[in-house]
T-cell receptor, first 111, second 115 residues
Framework: EDKVVQSPLSLVVHEGDTVTLNCSYEVTNFRSLLWYKQEKKAPTFLFMLTSSGIEKKSGRLSSILDKKELFSILNITATQTGDSAVYLC???????????FGTGTRLQVTL | EAGVTQFPSHSVIEKGQTVTLRCDPISGHDNLYWYRRVMGKEIKFLLH????????ESGMPNNRFLAERTGGTYSTLKVQPAELEDSGVYFCASSQEARGYSPLHFGNGTRLTVT
């Protein structure tokens, strides 16, 4: 059965800190890995990664995929209180369109 | 561009009753998905439509759940009769392409509470 595991489950950091969120996956016929940010309602799309070693960047957020070791990380530098959310990692396969989600990492950024 | 919209945002019903959830995907997105998150668990796939056809319904929990997508536009998910374990947040998502080629865009979800 396809599986995605995220760590840590939750963390609390001070504004300005840098955080790294981890995601490992075991997915048959892997196609892509996606990161989402969920604040109160809809998960909002952050990154989609398909190739190993190519960093995707958006402002203070960046992410990279390692298809050999089957994991991805999401980095957030100079965290702000607005970064507080649940960060979801999900994997897709090439044979089906469904996403397999991890349980998420709950990030809380304090002043 | 309007996002994925879901209605209602919250529904509270008694066990044995029927509830219908609605999803309007992003215009032009042929692929529409239903997902569900029950308390404390990860978001799980229910089914996938391509236009009006069910492409994959392997995640539907049982025959109390019926999904339709009339004319390939909006979709409804009916639960009849509802059970306590059906409580959770039901998300709808849509995408331009399938099979992992383009990201899914999610709606705000419908929180279903069965008492």
């Amino acid at each position: 059965e396809d599986k995605v595991v995220q760590s840590p489950l939750s963390l609390v950091v001070h504004e300005g800190d840098t955080v790294t969120l981890n995601c490992s996956y075991e997915v048959t016929n892997f196609r892509s890995l996606l990161w989402y940010k969920q604040e109160k309602k809809a998960p909002t799309f952050l990154f989609m990664l398909t190739s190993s070693g190519i960093e995707k960047k958006s402002g203070r957020l960046s992410s990279i995929l390692d298809k050999k070791e089957l994991f991805s990380i999401l980095n957030i530098t100079a965290t702000q209180t607005g970064d507080s959310a649940v960060y979801l990692c999900a994997a897709t396969t090439g044979t089906a369109s469904k996403l397999t989600f991890g349980t998420g990492t709950r990030l809380q950024v304090t002043l | 561009e309007a996002g994925v919209t879901q209605f209602p945002s919250h529904s509270v019903i008694e066990k044995g009753q029927t509830v219908t959830l609605r999803c309007d995907p992003i215009s032009g997105h042929d692929n529409l998905y239903w997902y569900r998150r029950v308390m404390g668990k990860e978001i799980k796939f229910l089914l996938h439509f391509v236009k009006e056809s069910k492409q994959d319904e392997s995640g539907m929990p049982n025959n109390r759940f019926l999904a339709e997508r009339t004319g390939g536009t909006y979709s409804t998910l009916k639960v009849q009769p509802a059970e306590l374990e059906d409580s959770g947040v039901y998300f709808c998502a849509s995408s331009q392409e399938a099979r992992g080629y383009s990201p899914l865009h999610f709606g705000n979800g419908t929180r279903l509470t069965v008492t």
